[in-house]
């Protein structure tokens, strides 16, 4: 498998090397129980024997269990199973690397062989398989959802009944579930191959072929509305009500510095209030008041703190000066 490191590689040897030593185990404790390769039965106990520890059915079959785990895990680890789990277990995430994505797409196997007996995604060359996953990652969450919408929209049968095949079935029966057919480029791939180049997981093309089925062709959104829906987000007036009171403040209670020339390029910006004052203390004596007496909604201290950050950071807290230590000074004695 590509894209394994030599820390891959030493954690796939070890899994190799405890299943060997599980498999010696069952040998010898078949050749204790006297039956090789036959299963043991419940309440059959299996003899002593000099140098060898007694093991029961139990331990038994608690090691054709611990067996099977090391193998399933080995097999894990050198070869996933193609069209289970989400994106990583398809090829990963899309890396800025185009040699190891030209690597990764000519490892991959669909796990199928719809075209003449071999894995539909072979009827792309590796370096369209690269160029189609880059040109994914550069497009945000809601347009990779239009783009998914759209090729829905032409292979989804979402009809509410089928046509049973058969001379003798004429009556309709109703879907229980929808049939998708992928086409990229007019030529028919699998659902392991279409996930692989679209760069999507299982459960993000089930969310949207959800989506379709219940919304139809209409851009998706979260349940809750999202962030721009949110009734706790700020409204853009809310923010600028905020960030305008932060630089009235600043105006009103900044120390002036002597020798300082209004409009010079460096000190014109620069805001620096005294070390009396903390953002805590502004927000608590003087904003929440006075957005409260005037009806406004009030930012919490978090988000007060996080809009004088990104939107003022022009404004800056002058800082205390030290407290000297006092000298000791000491008389010699004659």
């Not at 000099?50 to 099977?68: F, I, K, M, S, V």
């Not at 785990?69 to 289970?84: H, I, K, S, V, Y």
């Not at 001379?167 to 699998?190: G, M, N, W």
């Not at 180049?197 to 379709?212: D, E, G, M, P």
Request: charged share 30%; aromatic share 6%.
């Amino acid at each position: 498998m590509s894209g394994l490191g030599p820390s891959s590689g030493q954690e796939q040897q070890n899994r190799l090397k405890i299943l060997e030593d599980l498999q010696q185990q069952k040998k010898r404790l078949q050749m204790q129980t006297g039956a090789p390769g036959a299963t043991l039965p419940t309440q059959a106990r299996p003899k002593e024997m000099p140098g060898a520890p007694n093991r029961g059915p139990t331990e038994a079959r608690n090691l054709d269990q611990r067996q099977r785990q090391a193998l399933q895990m080995a097999r894990t680890t050198a070869e996933p199973a193609p069209g289970d789990g989400g994106e990583e277990s398809e090829g990963g995430a899309v890396t800025d690397d185009p040699d190891l994505e030209l690597q990764k797409a000519r490892n991959f196997d669909c796990g199928c062989q719809s075209v003449n007996k071999v894995a539909c995604i072979r009827q792309f060359a590796p370096e369209e398989i690269v160029r189609i996953r880059l040109d994914l990652r550069e497009l945000t969450s809601g347009e990779k959802d239009l783009i998914l919408l759209g090729i829905l929209h032409t292979s989804m049968n979402t009809s509410k009944t089928i046509q049973p095949k058969g001379p003798k079935r004429k009556e309709l029966k109703e879907r229980t579930r929808a049939r998708s057919t992928y086409s990229i480029h007019s030529k028919r791939v699998c659902t392991a191959a279409f996930r692989y180049i679209h760069a999507v997981s299982r459960n993000k093309l089930s969310a949207v072929q959800q989506w379709y089925r219940e919304q139809g062709l209409t851009p998706r959104r979260k349940k809750s509305g999202g962030r721009v829906e949110s009734k706790r987000t700020l409204k853009f007036e809310d923010t600028s009500r905020t960030v305008h009171f932060i630089r009235n403040f600043a105006e009103e209670h900044a120390l002036a510095f002597p020798g300082r020339v209004q409009g010079a390029k460096k000190a014109a910006d620069r805001r620096v209030l005294p070390p009396t004052f903390t953002k805590s203390g502004i927000w608590r004596n003087y904003y929440k008041p006075s957005m409260s007496a005037q009806g406004y909604r009030v930012a919490q201290l978090s988000t007060f703190r996080k809009l004088w950050q990104q939107l003022c950071p022009n404004i800056v807290f002058k800082k205390a000066a030290k407290k000297e230590k006092p000298v000791l000074l000491t008389t010699s004695q004659n």
